[in-house]
């Protein structure tokens, strides 16, 4: 019944690693975005995909690849993995693209990188 | 650009005190929408409340209360005879309309000793 989901829930590797994250949400919303939480709990948006299309793209390393193959999913890929990139990665997602929607998070994944 | 400031990075009350949570904003939108988020220990982020700008009523939900003033760009939320499950960190939001891009403040961590 999970309305966003998100595997791993942990995922701990090696600097230099190319990992990915999964992200579906089962609520037949249009847009999905993800978020990333550094140590200090600050939230900053990523990415933001409406119907597959890419939305918002902030100031994020291009080692950061989302990739959308459906409405439902939004998955997350990281090359090159730094030690910088610790942190809590939140997949969210929201009916449309309207201010007023509210976004509907994930569980979240913990990324540490040794 | 948009702003949230929430001052106060931590606080601490004894179960069953009043304690308000501080969020200042900053936008030049005219429509514009403000939400509160919750994040509980297990980590995941859940929706509270949800206020557009041209509504300046207060709302209040059991022994939650949000007090939304835009002469002074606040929307400050209280919780009445507190307990310890409110212990929590508590994130305000900014999202303008037409931007689907939520800007989070820094958060405040709420502690209720029991």
């Known amino acids: 019944d999970t309305a966003v989901s998100q595997t791993p829930k942990y995922l701990v590797t090696q600097m230099g690693n190319d990992k990915s994250i999964k992200c579906e949400q089962n609520?037949?919303?249009?847009?999905m975005y993800w978020y990333k939480q550094d140590s200090k709990k600050f939230l900053k948006i990523m990415f933001s995909?409406?119907?597959?299309?890419?939305?918002i793209n902030e100031t994020v390393p291009n080692r950061f690849s989302p990739k959308s193959p459906d409405k439902a999913h939004l998955n997350l890929h990281i090359n090159s993995l730094e030690l910088g990139d610790s942190a809590v990665y939140f997949c969210?997602?929201?009916?449309?693209?309207?201010?007023?929607?509210?976004?509907?998070f994930g569980p979240g994944t913990r990324l540490t990188v040794l | 650009a948009q702003k949230v400031t929430q001052a106060q990075t931590e606080i601490s009350v004894v179960e069953k005190e009043d304690v308000t949570l501080d969020c200042v904003y900053e936008?030049?939108?005219?429509?514009?929408?403000l939400f509160w988020y919750k994040q509980p220990p297990s980590g995941e982020l859940v929706f509270l409340i949800r206020?557009?700008?041209?509504?300046?009523q207060n709302e209040i939900s059991g022994r939650y209360s949000w007090n939304f003033q835009k002469s002074t760009s606040s929307f400050n939320f209280t919780i009445t005879a507190s307990q310890v499950v409110d212990s929590a960190v508590y994130f305000c939001?900014?999202?303008?309309?037409?931007?689907?891009?939520?800007?989070f403040g820094t958060g405040t961590r709420l502690t209720i000793i029991p």
């Open positions: 936008t030049r939108d005219t429509t514009y929408y």
């Open positions: 206020r557009n700008s041209f509504d300046e």
């Open positions: 969210a997602s929201s009916q449309g693209l309207a201010a007023a929607d509210e976004q509907f």
């Open positions: 609520l037949g919303h249009d847009t």
């Open positions: 995909y409406n119907n597959k299309e890419l939305i």
């Open positions: 939001a900014l999202s303008p309309l037409g931007n689907e891009k939520l800007t």
